[in-house]
């Protein structure tokens, strides 16, 4: 488990932990709740069912758009790229 | 777009599929086990890698029949007798009419890498074989409560599911809220996880649902573990209050507080009875499970309404559906649970195996045969009786708000879909979806599927089967991209 994972996230690098998720790197290294705005609302969405099928935790990763963060394993030197990129700490 | 055949097709590599798999591997057939996570287990035996999660039981019930299904699975695929696809999910399913029909083939499945595993080849692939067994699974039924789109709210399985694979709980403090006696293994799993829970509120009433009742007794494992998970709540003085239900979840940008109500008989909120509760940043929902149905529907065979309100699979004693050759095991028969779906499995898989032109005999293999069908009968009057002491609240629309969010993917408030419903005659979800687009976001109506269907059944005439249908009519399992649609052989 001492192994970790480097990541970049919205061009920040981010270490976490060997077998995280991206929905799990982005809330537990990251410390980032939420990374989706929605199209109409601009409402921030994070990790909801969890299991890939309400398809609310869209992240970019290494350029391919619309995919399921909660799926995704973190690998080292991926480049995770969210519809929040800039409206963090607000 | 390549094509493969084998004996008997299994889909879904949980609790039923598992089982599904090895036994018709064991009567003879060839069998192939495709499956959309990288692990077998399905959503109730989801774990980590071994390299990343030394003691994975842990987290689980009935873990030594997962192994033990799990090392007879890589038997039978070191043999030969299995191919197991991992990280593929299945797109389309349909019946091949007797006139393309070629060999004893009766079915075929158009399946495709997962995206999120699969960096690259998406290519479609076509499977054909005179036997499928279909064991898709369930997730979570939502209700919308206001402020329930707010980051920090998830479905209650999708915290277990969580720590399952993180082995840490996904927040600090929480609350679980719906019904179900899921929500209390949910709850156990947080507290096992280090985390705090504020409240498990359970909406139904209870009374009369003793878990040492008469069908309790008849599967004593269940009585067991929910004595298990109340002793450990009770152990960290967790309330586990009845007739009550969050709603209203407030926060800035994330969930921080909610506010809990007491519910009437029919479930509505009793105003002047509410309580707010603060330092909460995880609120898990859950009314129940939704068996995923689409490719039951897609292949036209027979599904009727369950006592839970989820539509299901018509079966047989062997698990067999009204399309010739298409077996159902598991949660699409009627949310049951993993040890019952494992009795399913087990049937649906000596069924399909048999239908493939392999016989199993011996005086054992019957006697197991005949123990499946015990249990299974058992199994599901447990479920038929524990689904009966958590109906969906009848008066769930008493806590909405004109502008909360009914359809998260395409935003749809509240009003906008009672006023489609009632002015605009869209009496059924397919109505609501043209005009208000409710369900027709990336996923498909599985989240606002049941309120949807609430909504538009109670102004309008249709019935509940006919409205259940219309969500579960998915022309595509799952999202596929242009480019792979366009690769398809359109001769398949």
């Known amino acids: 488990m001492s192994q970790t994972v480097t990541v970049t996230v919205d061009g920040e690098e981010i270490t976490t932990e060997a077998g995280r998720t991206v929905a799990a790197a982005l809330m537990l290294a990251a410390q980032r709740p939420a990374w989706r705005r929605t199209r109409f609302d601009h409402d921030r969405r994070g990790l909801f069912c969890g299991i890939g099928v309400c398809f609310d935790c869209l992240v970019t990763v290494n350029g391919e758009p619309a995919l399921r963060a909660c799926l995704i394993p973190a690998e080292e030197g991926m480049v995770i790229e969210t519809s929040e990129r800039g409206a963090r700490g607000e | ?492």
């Open chain 2, 1 to 492: 777009m390549s094509e493969r055949r084998c004996d008997v097709v299994v889909v879904g590599a949980g609790p039923a599929g598992l089982a599904a798999a090895v036994q018709a591997s064991r009567a003879g057939a060839q069998v192939l086990l495709i499956d959309q996570s990288i692990r077998p287990g399905g959503q109730f035996w989801r774990h980590a890698a071994e390299e990343h999660d030394a003691d994975p039981g842990r987290w689980h019930h009935g873990w030594s029949t997962y192994t033990a299904l799990a090392s007879e699975l890589q038997a039978a695929v070191d043999a030969g007798d299995v191919e197991y696809l991992c990280g593929h999910h299945v797109v389309t399913a349909q019946q091949i009419s007797p006139a393309q029909q070629i060999g004893s083939a009766q079915l075929q499945l158009t399946i495709q890498p997962v995206p999120e595993l699969a960096a690259g080849a998406r290519g479609l692939m076509t499977v054909r074989a005179p036997a499928v067994v279909l064991c898709p699974g369930a997730y979570d039924r939502q209700l919308p409560v206001p402020g329930w789109t707010l980051p920090g709210v998830m479905a209650a399985g999708g915290i277990q599911a969580f720590i399952k694979t993180q082995g840490v709980a996904p927040g600090r403090r929480a609350v679980l809220a719906g019904t179900g006696p899921f929500l209390l293994s949910a709850a156990a799993s947080v507290l096992q996880a280090g985390g705090e829970v504020a409240a498990v509120c359970e909406a139904a009433n209870l009374t009369g649902w003793v878990p040492r009742g008469a069908a309790a007794a008849l599967v004593p494992s269940k009585g067991a573990e929910g004595a298990e998970y109340i002793r450990l709540l009770a152990k960290h003085r967790v309330p586990y209050l009845r007739r009550t239900a969050v709603t209203a979840i407030h926060g800035e940008h994330r969930a921080e507080a909610v506010t809990l109500s007491r519910l009437d008989s029919n479930g509505a909120v009793i105003e002047g009875k509410q309580r707010y509760l603060d330092d909460v940043d995880l609120v898990g929902l859950g009314w129940g499970f939704v068996p995923q149905s689409e490719l039951v529907v897609q292949c036209g065979a027979r599904t009727r309404v369950d006592v839970d309100g989820s539509l299901i699979g018509v079966v047989d004693v062997h698990q067999r559906s009204s399309v010739e050759g298409l077996y159902l095991a598991g949660e699409i028969t009627g949310v049951a649970g993993a040890t019952a779906a494992v009795v399913e499995g087990r049937i649906a898989g000596r069924a399909a195996a048999r239908e493939a032109g392999y016989t199993t005999g011996g005086a054992r293999q019957l006697a197991a045969a005949q123990r499946d069908k015990v249990l299974r009968v058992n199994h599901r009057a447990f479920a038929q009786a524990m689904h009966r002491a958590h109906p969906l609240p009848e008066g769930w629309e008493s806590w909405m708000q004109q502008d909360t969010v009914v359809c998260r993917c395409e935003e749809v408030p509240y009003q906008r879909l009672k006023e489609a419903a009632q002015t605009l005659s869209a009496q059924e979800p397919r109505g609501l979806k043209g005009t208000t687009r409710t369900g027709m976001g990336w996923c498909q109506g599985r989240m606002c599927g049941t309120a949807a269907s609430c909504v538009a059944r109670r102004s309008g005439a249709e019935g509940a089967e006919e409205s259940a249908v219309a969500v579960a009519k998915r022309p595509l399992a799952a999202p596929v991209r242009l480019a792979d649609l366009a690769e398809r052989d359109p001769s398949a």
